[in-house]
């Protein structure tokens, strides 16, 4: 026969904590704390197979449950010495919904069912207190006609406020017994009205009804939305729990609170919650009356802690807080009841927190020794560890909401309104704070996104070009602002109603994606402590080296100082922006002739050395992986009329040859064009140039620090293997050149990003003449995909709307396509060399779950920007934890 009814309680706990899938969470952490001696009032769980079946079978039960649940209440009836509905001395019960996770949309909490006209009389009897019986039923008779009957709150709200007003009474506990009296009568006469019956006087019916209506509440509309939104499966169901009940409301020895064994917003190592003297269920969150704080510490003048108004039943809750925390060895939140100064346990589960709390409560147990290292590491959530890399609003700041974007980069930012990256980057060059505003972004904006706090566009998604720059950046942004209209030409912006000029002050918050009005106050991030402490233990179990994606010292240093351990990208064609050499550059690219380009290119050495030099000095013995020009040719080309004249003047040529060459460049498809290591192969001289400035640096560093670079030179765009032949005669050409001028050699290494499909299936041909390997899945993920990342926000986020793409594969690396190639790839080159190296460049390197499959493939490494470090470092410790990574993502 099956068992469909769980007894917990007086000494008889059928269930277990881990039993949550049958008995939802609630029921199996009633048994749970039951059976480790809490004093939890005596009941029974219905399973979540008797809601499976019941939905099945359109309100059938299974045949023995009815004899299940009695036996059940009888043991109930034993325990408490009461029986249900009973004249003299009744058993009342709470029914109480309870699925795996908890739910919103299900059915709320009867309270004091068993109370009819007669048992309301034998409970007055027995408790000696005729206020507390009818303070009862009018509770049971409003919560079983609103919930289960259906009739709306409101109508017994009036009923109360008018028996308020009659009263002269402002608070509910003022109310007499007759006073209640009345009103249950009068909410009776009104349920009648409403249903057209009277009120289910009979106990074991109203118990059925309540029952019923728990599973019915399953498939109502709002839990089914609630499903489909957070993916639990209908399957699921729920559970409902029948417990016997305990008193809050019978007088000044009694309350009701809830807790957390912790403070759920900062961490700290004290109770936290809210308790109300006289008071039943759900008071303490409804809001009748003002609840008061748990502990002294927390106390503010005027308000009376638990801890002064009930030292006993304050003292035992203490120690059910230790023995929780101890069970559980995790943040609980709990609810109780006191009656007649005893304590009792009604619910417990993990508490929800936020990122700052569960940084120290995982560090604070291990530190007390309710978790080991390892188990902290793995309690929190890599991503949240990015909130806390930047400073966040103050939650008691007030604000005035303008409109609201995606939240595309985390963080705070406040400052004045600007509407081009050149002032912006001027007004910053002041000491101002400004967030750029514009309608989208692109390459050119770069020295505006850096200089300013903030950064806000109107359109674009969360992998945008705004979106991934300033996320690299460790900018805050709000992306695809659609709300809000931007007017160039006014120098405005204007958002529900409100028009914000140029120099007006906005602030944003990259987590939420909100925009405000003015400036809220903000509270900075403290990355010593805690943090500094988790890291270490991150870094303990940690296999995957992390190391940053950086051109600029200041990205370097920001990304050694969150523990990176070397450069895995740096983007040469992002040094050559700079004011200073973009003309020399232009120079190189619009010159017909190797005489002009090498003319152009001796310009740019002295730069590029300079560069790599910084980046050596910064990096002190690090491995910097320094990725050969791979430019976006049409970015490069010049486009104003004095910037024509300028190049054609330095290559002594006439405005009008110029602007054929520039039309002889343009390309159709610039991603698919001239680019990567095709660039290098048509004109050499680009890359000796380079590679000398490599080894020059390095040598001019190693001599300088004693602490010789471990240059890593990669070859971008590589399809074949005679490809980086060719490339790699090259650089080892001006490496012996540079070692013998200067009388000293460095160990370096040549190696490609393997960012084609056609790579990666021949990788074996490749790795042949590569020391290392590093998977640029950006890259990789377009030509697999065969799409655009800048076009692909017409469509992608429909796409994953429907579920036709599980994420978005520029954010989360798409394991079955691009991950496949990504271990072929890996697999084909160690089988050729067993010491290839192995690492990944793409945005991915810095998202948990992708970094999850990188230990799966065994990278060696993963490299991300600056900010996202300390998150790779955990997610990549978790990884290794959970040994070699989730791959079925
Ligand atoms: P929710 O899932 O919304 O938290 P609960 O089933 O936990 O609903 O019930 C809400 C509140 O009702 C509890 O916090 C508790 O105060 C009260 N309650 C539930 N069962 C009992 C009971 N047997 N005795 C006294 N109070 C109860
Ligand atoms: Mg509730
Ligand atoms: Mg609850």
């Known amino acids: 026969m099956t068992q469909w009814v769980y007894g917990f309680g007086a000494g008889r706990n059928e269930g277990r904590a881990d039993m949550r899938n ?88 009867v309270l004091n069912l068993g109370l009819n006209d007669v048992t309301v009389e034998g409970l007055a009897k027995a408790s000696g207190d005729q206020r507390f019986a009818w303070d009862s039923y009018r509770r049971f008779i409003q919560m079983f006609g609103s919930v289960v009957l259906g009739v709306d709150h409101h109508r017994f709200e009036e009923i109360i406020d008018e028996a308020k007003m009659a009263a002269g009474a402002t608070e509910d506990t003022q109310l007499s017994s007759d006073d209640w009296r009345r009103v249950a009568d009068e909410y009776k006469h009104m349920v009648q009205q409403v249903t057209g019956n009277p009120f289910p006087q009979e106990p074991t019916a109203q118990l059925w009804a309540a029952i019923g209506a728990v599973f019915g509440s399953w498939m109502n509309q709002r839990a089914i939305t609630y499903r489909r939104l957070h993916d639990i499966p209908e399957e699921w169901g729920t559970a409902v729990n029948v417990q016997a009940m305990v008193f809050g409301n019978m007088g000044g020895d009694c309350a009701t609170g809830v807790c957390f064994t912790r403070d759920p917003s900062t961490g700290e190592n004290i109770f936290y919650g809210e308790y109300l003297i006289n008071a039943q269920g759900e008071d303490v969150v409804a809001g009748i009356r003002t609840p008061q704080p748990m502990s002294s510490l927390k106390a503010k003048p005027g308000e009376r802690s638990m801890e002064e108004a009930m030292p006993q039943a304050y003292a035992e809750l203490v120690a059910v807080r230790a023995t929780l925390e101890k069970h559980y060895a995790d943040m609980q939140d709990i609810e109780f009841t006191v009656q007649r100064n005893k304590l009792y346990m009604l619910q417990t589960r993990n508490g929800k927190r936020t990122a700052a709390a569960s940084l120290k409560i995982a560090v604070d147990m291990a ?50 309104v600007v509407f081009s990256a050149d002032e912006a980057e001027a007004r910053a060059a002041k000491g101002e704070a ?96 805690d943090f500094a402490t988790l890291m270490t233990w991150a870094d303990e179990v940690r296999r995957m080296k992390v190391r940053t994606n950086a051109e600029t010292p200041l990205d370097a240093e920001t990304a050694r100082k969150f523990g990176a351990e070397g450069i895995g990208l740096c983007r040469t064609e992002h040094m050559f922006f700079d ?32 560069d790599f030099e910084d980046l050596f000095r910064i ?31 330095s290559l ?71 490809e980086l032949e060719i490339c790699r005669a090259q650089i080892e050409k001006v490496a012996e050149q540079v070692f013998a001028e200067t009388g000293t050699t460095i160990e370096y290494m040549i190696g490609t990003m393997i960012e084609l499909p ?23 993920t377009q030509t697999t995909f065969g799409l655009s990342r800048d076009d692909a926000g017409k469509f992608l986020p429909l796409y994953v709307e429907k579920g036709i793409l599980p994420k978005d594969p520029f954010v989360s690396i798409d394991i079955e396509g691009v991950g496949a190639l990504v271990q072929t790839a890996s697999e084909k080159g160690r089988k050729v060399k067993n010491a290839l ?53």
């Open 22 to 109: 049958l008995l939802g969470g609630k029921g199996a952490n009633l048994a749970e704390m039951a059976s480790i001696g809490l004093p939890v009032p005596p009941g029974f769980t219905i399973t979540t197979e008797v809601c499976t079946h019941y939905t099945k079978n359109k309100g059938q039960y299974p045949t023995e449950l009815d004899a299940q649940v009695q036996a059940a209440l009888a043991r109930i009836e034993d325990a408490v010495g009461a029986k249900f509905g009973d004249s003299d001395n009744p058993l009342l019960v709470s029914v109480r919904s309870g699925a795996r996770v908890s739910m919103p949309g299900m059915m709320d909490t």
């Open 367 to 416: 530190e007390e020794g309710l978790i080991d290292r390892k188990e902290a590491v793995k309690r929190v959530n890599p991503s949240a560890l990015d909130q806390l890399l930047h400073p966040t609003l103050d939650p008691s700041a007030p604000r005035k909401l303008l409109g609201r974007g995606l939240p595309a980069s985390p963080g705070a930012a406040c400052g004045v």
């Open 434 to 529: 400004v967030i750029l505003v514009r309608i989208e972004t692109s390459p050119e904006d770069i020295h505006g996104m850096h200089a300013a706090r903030g950064i806000l566009t109107t359109r674009g998604g969360m992998t945008s070009h705004a979106a991934v720059v300033a996320r690299g950046m460790g900018r805050p942004c709000v992306a695809g602002a659609g709300g809000v209209v931007v007017d160039y030409s006014a120098q405005a912006l204007s958002a529900g109603g409100v028009t914000v000029q140029a120099g007006g002050t906005i602030t944003l918050d990259g987590a939420t994606g909100e925009i405000f009005a003015g400036s809220v106050a903000m509270i900075e991030p403290k990355m010593s402590g």
């Open 579 to 610: 004011p200073e050499r973009i003309g020399a550059v232009r120079q190189m690219i619009m010159s017909e002739t190797e005489g002009g380009r090498r003319d152009a290119l001796a310009k740019l050495l002295p730069f590029q050395r300079k």
């Open 619 to 649: 990096m002190a013995g690090l491995p910097v992986t320094i990725r050969l020009l791979d430019p976006p040719l049409h970015e490069f080309l010049p486009h104003k009329d004095e910037e024509m004249a300028e190049v054609a003047e």
């Open 652 to 722: 002594g040529a006439d405005v009008q040859t110029m602007r054929r060459r520039a039309a002889d460049l343009a390309e159709a498809n610039p991603m698919l064009g001239h680019r990567g290591c095709r660039l290098g192969i048509t004109y050499p001289e680009i890359t000796e140039m380079q590679a000398r400035a490599i080894f020059e640096a390095a040598v001019t560093i190693a001599k300088e620090t004693g602490k010789a670079p471990v240059p890593e030179v990669m070859v971008p765009l590589v399809m074949t293997r005679k």
């Open 758 to 780: 056609r790579a990666a299936i021949t990788a074996d041909k490749i790795a042949e003449c590569a020391d290392f390997f590093s998977f640029g899945t950006n890259d990789l």
């Open 837 to 889: 190296k192995l690492g990944i460049c793409g945005e991915h390197g810095g998202d948990p779950a992708s970094i999850s499959f990188c230990e799966s493939v065994g990278l060696d490494y993963v490299s991300c920007s600056p900010y996202r470090v300390p998150v790779a470092r955990l997610a990549a410790a978790q990884a290794a934890l959970s040994g070699g990574g989730d791959r079925t993502a």
